[in-house]
């Protein structure tokens, strides 16, 4: 019972000092106003040239700096920043960011097939034909 | 000249032949109620044996999946089949939705595979699989971020699978060697399917690491192996008979809507009389319209925003990452789904199996004492109880009536109404007995319902001649043929 006791006690000391540090991303941003890029959420933030472009540079998380306004946002959510004077993007997952306005709703037709119909035809990928192997 | 002896053989043999072709009714009528217990078994098992082994008109096939798609629909599906795997499965799905509103037209590059793999990552899956082949090379200069992502994934301990071509017809390698020269396990993606439906699964697949043998594991259960080594897998032979779910994932429910935004309900709400009726009539109605394995859209990942949904989903599932492109030629029909599904919630569906039975899925081969025995000779093996049980009964049956002879007659009416019960009850009798049998090998050894269910017609057939007297009539002619007489004719002869 004594050890029951104890346990709680710590965990609750434990929860109330980690509340400040939970708050803290949010709190600190809140002279940017809108859209904006709190601090680096995984280990290391890959940067982009474009929003569907490539990796120029990955940061580590300490490095990565913090409470950046978020300028322009992509369709396929990249966010794009302005990291030591380049403007780069950034993969929201790798980030924590704030949102404003509503969250986009993400709904599906699920009844996606047809029940006595298929597709006759192949999605044409966009790739070279495959070559054969040692064929010139 | 002929000596006596050919000359009496020769007029045995004409008489036989006589008898043969004009046999006398009232002897093979007497005759009939001497066969013997032996004969009875031959003639049933034999006709069993025939039907089991020759599959006349496709008859035993037809009769195997149909039996076992209403199986799923009405007993497993919605009763018996746990949803303990659809609560560790989930499918991070790339769909037409998905490449519209995140305007990444298909084919994606790898940067962008390696991105999702990112986001996915960030939620802690059990394991990741890939179910996207990357075979061809092409002129893209963000594989090496692909590459990345799996060190990544190995450096946060969480398993990732690709999967390789197969039968590659100019000798590709199954997997790019860049990809594959980072030591990621490779699985075969092969699936076994039926007139278009998925109802199996194999056991085994290619091996592209050159251990192993010539087969290695299939990519369900190799998965499985991986992931849970809680559960010893059994030593599984042939085929996997999958039984899907019917009790569809919430979110995929949630997630529904019509092309205008609008709710929609997955299948039709109805209780278990109006489903028996539309599995048999009208089965499409019977039939969800959404996949049952949890769906988490791609772009719900690649928001990188909080989502009750998708934390509840990703955190210690096993993912199957794929995609539901039209025109990819990447899907099948399923027992419980009215649409054509993708073939990544086949995948998904084997090892909901493999996780709800524990490592001992349902199979289409049964082993006993360590021997495996396929389909046929396990359904052989089914009848024969059957076929000495109803030859048994019969036997009995008849003696019942030589005695009945001796005792007060009813009515014609009677009569009737009582030969009509017995014959009722007779052929219940054999189906009753047909499906508890069935019912023991699959808890016992875990045959699954498409392969004993024939044995259940089948019973009712065997019980149908028995009624009738084939074995009697078969015995009584023959013994007729070979010479037999009936005592009264012996008396007075």
Known sequence: MKRLLLITLVAGAASF????????????????????VLSARTPQVDLYDAPNGK?????????????????????????????????????????????TGKKPAICRNLAMGGNDTKVGATRALGEDCPQKVGAP | MTSPAMHSSLGRAART???????????????????????????????????????????????????QDIANLLITGPYLYPTTGRDQVTVALIDEESLHSLQMPWPWRYGDH???????????????????????????????????????????????????????????APLLPKLAATGVPILDPSIELYDGVARQYPTSGHCYRGSGGDTCLSAALQVFKDVYPQYPLAPLNDKIELVWGTKTAPINVKLNHDANGKP???????????????????????????????????QALMMGLEDKDVSALIPDHVIFYGGSLQGAQDKSFTPVNSRLQPNVFVHAMALDNLISFK?????????????????NPAQIMAIVPIVLILSYMHMRR?????????????????????????????????????????????MWVGLSVANWVEDVFIAVELAAMLLIGVPDSFWGYLHHVAGGRPAHSEGAS
């Not at chain 2, 996207?132 to 994934?153: C, G, H, K, P, Q």
């Not at chain 2, 289409?364 to 025995?373: E, K, L, P, Q, S």
Request: net charge positive; with cysteine.
């Open chain 1, 55 to 99: 990796r120029i540079k990955s940061v580590d998380q300490d490095k990565f700096p913090k409470c950046l306004a978020v300028t322009q946002r992509a369709p396929n959510m990249m966010l794009q920043v302005s990291v030591d004077g380049a403007v780069v993007w950034v993969p929201p997952h790798m980030v924590n960011y704030r949102l």
């Open chain 2, 17 to 67: 032949w006589e008898r043969a072709r004009r046999p006398d009714r009232a002897h093979v009528e007497a005759l009939k109620s001497r066969v013997p217990y032996w004969f009875v078994v031959l003639v049933l098992l034999g006709f069993s044996i025939l039907q089991i082994m020759l599959n006349p008109f496709g008859f035993s096939d037809l009769t195997q999946r149909y039996a």
């Open chain 2, 398 to 442: 008849i003696r019942w009536r030589q005695k009945k002879t001796t005792r007060k007659e009813h009515g014609a009416m009677m009569e009737w109404f009582l030969g009509k019960g017995v014959e009722k009850l007779w052929h219940w009798l054999a189906f009753f007995l047909a499906l508890g049998i069935g019912l023991l090998l699959a």
């Open chain 2, 264 to 298: 929609q309900p997955c299948s039709e709400e109805s209780g278990a009389l109006v489903r028996t009726y539309r599995a048999f009539f009208d089965k499409h109605t019977a039939q969800s319209a959404c996949p049952y394995t949890a769906i988490v859209p791609i």
């Open chain 2, 359 to 375: 490592g001992r899925p349902q199979q289409n081969v049964m082993t006993v004492g360590g021997t495996t025995f396929s389909n």
């Open chain 1, 17 to 36: 000092c980690a509340l400040p540090a939970l708050a803290a991303d949010s709190n600190e941003c809140s002279s940017l106003s809108g859209d904006a």
């Open chain 2, 114 to 172: 390696a991105r999702a793999l990112g986001a996915l990552l960030e939620y802690r899956p059990k394991a990741v699989v890939i179910d996207f082949l990357f075979v061809d090379e092409r002129n893209d200069d963000t594989l090496s971020e692909l590459v990345d992502a799996i060190a990544r994934y190995k450096k946060a301990g969480v398993p990732l699978y690709f999967e390789g071509g197969i039968n590659l017809p100019y000798g590709e």
